[in-house]
Each structure stands twice: as structure tokens, then as C-alpha cells.
């Protein structure tokens, strides 16, 4: 079963509104990760969140974690064209020796 | 520049015929793993390595095989493909213990 799952599946936002994404996760972790991937290509990271934080910035990239929930959000700000992609968050399960598990993803569409 | 190259991009071949998806890195990371995407299932992990000559298997490792010979590379073998094995394959790296991952660009496979 996957560890992590995003919420929604699908998004479409107009330019300039701000987009969440939900990923919820099953076991203990010692971090999250949001990846982005643009149709059919490799995934780049985005942010990672350790297990002891609870919110971090990056740019116009927010992330929440609440351990307690086993969620995590993406609030992606001021959204653009070029932010179109998908989306995954990946756990790292402290049960695991060395293991990133990844979601399905939410696929994000920025109307112009 | 770091990257992750996977070679060949695309791929179509026939049951049966063994076939070997390269993957280098140029950043001396220790922990390299295969995935594969496949519509509605996110990426599931097939082998990872944490350092050479050690590799473990992942959540999809029947028909794949791997190996670690040197830092740099980890090659995925399929000894035997078969349909099902029809997917997109994704090479990634990071330093150690699963922190920020860098993706190839990826391997699109058709077995017909």
C-alpha cells in the first residue's frame, strides 16, 4: 500500500490564485519530501520537511507538516503557467532502511 | 552541472529480448534506486543501492535485476521482458540516507 497519498488528484486554478495540496501518510517518518514533474519528465526537487519542523518556505513554495495528522500540504503562491505539473510528496518511514516512497500525485493546471 | 543520465530515452522492443537501461551519475552519491510510473500508481521503487556491491530489493523488483560495480552507475537489466513491463523508468540518486533525490530524465520502455 502507498505510503503517501495526494489530495486532490486533480487541480485547476486560475493564474494568480494560490493552489493546495494535500499528502497523507501512514507510518512514522523522519522527513517529506514535494517533488514537481513536468509532463513525462524526471522529477526535481521541491522542499524537504524534517519530522521535527513544522513549516518551511521556499520562494513562493510553503509547507506545512503535522506529524500528529500524518499530513502534509504544498501551498503553492501567486500561481503561474509554468507552475502546470504534477506534483508528489515522498516519505522517508523510519521503519524503512533506506527508502523514499512516493504518492500518486495531484495534477496541477494553471488557467490562463 | 549534477545530473543523472539514463540511456536509451525510449525504448520498444519484443518479449523476451534482454535489454539494459544505463544510469550515471556525476555527484559520487552513494544511494541510487530505480522506480517506475506507471498511470494512477505514482512511482513504485523496483531496486535501490546504498553503496556499491549492495543493492536491496524494492516494492516491484520480479523481472528486474541490477547491479553496482562502480559509484556511478547502476544499470537495470530486464532478463526477460515481458508486456507488463511496458512503463516509464525513472533512475534517481541522492547523498546517503534518502535526502533530496535527483531524477533522470527518464526511460520510456514499450514491450510488445
Known amino acids: 500500500s502507498q505510503q503517501g497519498e495526494e489530495d486532490p488528484q486533480a487541480l485547476s486554478i486560475q493564474e494568480g490564485e494560490n493552489a493546495t495540496m494535500n499528502c497523507s501518510y501512514k507510518t512514522s517518518i523522519n522527513n517529506l519530501q514535494w517533488y514537481r514533474q513536468n509532463s513525462g519528465r524526471g522529477l526535481v526537487h521541491l522542499i524537504l520537511?524534517?519530522?521535527?519542523?513544522r513549516e518551511k518556505h521556499s520562494g513562493r513554495l510553503r509547507v506545512t507538516l503535522d506529524t500528529s495528522k500524518k499530513s502534509s500540504s504544498l501551498l503553492i503562491t501567486a500561481s503561474r503557467a509554468a507552475d502546470t505539473a504534477s506534483y508528489f510528496c515522498?516519505?522517508?518511514?523510519?521503519?524503512?532502511?533506506?527508502?523514499?516512497?512516493f504518492g500518486s500525485g495531484t495534477r496541477l493546471s494553471i488557467r490562463p | 552541472e549534477a545530473q543523472v543520465t539514463q540511456n536509451p530515452r525510449y525504448l520498444i522492443t519484443v518479449t523476451g529480448k534482454k535489454l539494459t537501461v544505463t544510469c550515471s551519475q556525476n555527484m559520487n552519491h552513494e544511494y541510487m534506486s530505480w522506480y517506475r510510473q506507471d498511470p494512477g500508481l505514482g512511482l513504485r521503487q523496483i531496486y535501490y543501492?546504498?553503496?556499491?556491491?549492495?543493492?536491496d530489493k524494492g516494492d516491484v523488483p520480479e523481472g528486474y535485476k541490477v547491479s553496482r560495480k562502480e559509484k556511478r552507475n547502476f544499470p537495470l537489466i530486464l532478463e526477460s521482458p515481458s508486456p507488463n513491463q511496458t512503463s516509464l523508468y525513472f533512475c534517481?540518486?541522492?547523498?546517503?540516507?534518502?535526502?533530496?533525490?535527483?531524477f533522470g530524465q527518464g526511460t520510456r520502455l514499450t514491450v510488445v
Open positions: 534517481a540518486s541522492s547523498a546517503g540516507r534518502p535526502t533530496e533525490a535527483f
Open positions: 520537511i524534517r519530522s521535527n519542523e
Open positions: 515522498a516519505t522517508d518511514p523510519r521503519s524503512s532502511a533506506s527508502k523514499i516512497i
Open positions: 543501492s546504498m553503496n556499491v556491491e549492495v543493492t
